[in-house]
């Protein structure tokens, strides 16, 4: 009898918990994803794969069809595959089994996040992009040392009190940065959770990032140019087969 009762009380608990990430998740996209008009849509096979596509889409109002726009773009994400990460949108459906990104594990994150600032080398953005442009010096550097105040922020060098003892300096890594933009990983800054996440310039050789997604620079400058951060752009990036399960609970479009 108390066996019974034990194993009923575990169903119950373990119904409550999915209820409340469902919840969760419902609650936090009718914020972002059902305002936003604008999709970046990276899929890859599985939690492993390197490649993967990445599909625009847009729509003109809240509640009505997404469209594709153009053709499927070849990327490639963390060297490392996926990792759940931690974005605009809590996504259900998580189990023990999959990856969860953390600092270092060259993963990209998986799941629903918010664009961010566009940047480059060059010391002013193409006329027709609509994005905030960060022109990166030779003092912009990505903290990405846990301890650091600055954990996961681009600061500039010279306009703070430097207490990091690893970032990237952003204007001397070749070719990758030449164009880019954030992908808000870990917009609360949690220590260890993942810092530094890109869209940026491939160079071209097919092996995966630190963790970002990379396309090659002129599909990328278009991309780029298409945004409208008044249209909330968001980039939905998974496993094909979790994007499946997502797609249903959040009304996304058919992959």
């Known amino acids: 009898m108390l066996d019974t009762l034990c194993l009923r009380m575990k169903r119950y608990v373990r119904f409550g918990l999915a209820m409340l990430i469902v919840s969760h998740a419902s609650a936090a ?22 490649n993967g596509t990445l599909q625009r889409y847009e729509r003109h109002g809240t509640g009505e069809a997404w469209l594709k726009i153009g053709e499927p773009i070849a990327v490639v994400v963390g060297k490392g595959g996926m990792g759940w990460g931690d974005g605009a949108v809590a996504v259900p459906g998580h189990v023990a089994t999959d990856p969860v990104k953390r ?11 918010r ?7 060059q010391p002013d953005k193409p006329a027709a992009w609509a994005m905030h442009y960060l022109a990166l010096t030779a003092a912009t550097e990505c903290v990405d ?3 650091s105040s600055h954990y ?10 430097p207490d990091w003892k690893s970032s990237e ?4 890594v070749g070719v990758y940065y030449q164009w880019g933009a954030v992908i ?14 890109f869209l940026h310039v ?9 963790g970002c997604t990379a396309m090659a620079k002129p599909v990328l400058e278009d991309v780029l140019g298409w945004l409208k951060p008044g249209d909330n752009p968001l980039v939905v990036e998974m496993p094909i087969a979790e994007y499946r399960r997502a797609m249903k609970v959040f009304g996304l479009p058919l992959q």
Request: hydrophobic share 20%.
């Open 29 to 50: 996209s009718h914020s972002d994803l059902t305002q936003s008009r604008q999709l970046l849509v990276v899929t890859t096979a599985d939690w492993q794969s390197v």
């Open 103 to 113: 600092e270092g594990d060259g993963r990209s994150p998986a799941g629903v996040f």
């Open 115 to 121: 664009v961010g600032t566009t940047f480059g080398y």
């Open 145 to 147: 040392d846990r301890d």
């Open 152 to 161: 996961n922020q681009i600061v500039e060098r010279t306009s703070v009190t």
């Open 169 to 172: 300096h952003m204007r001397s």
């Open 184 to 197: 808000e990983q870990n917009p609360d800054n949690r220590p260890g959770d993942g810092s530094c996440v």
């Open 202 to 210: 491939s160079d071209g050789s097919g092996k995966g990032t630190s």
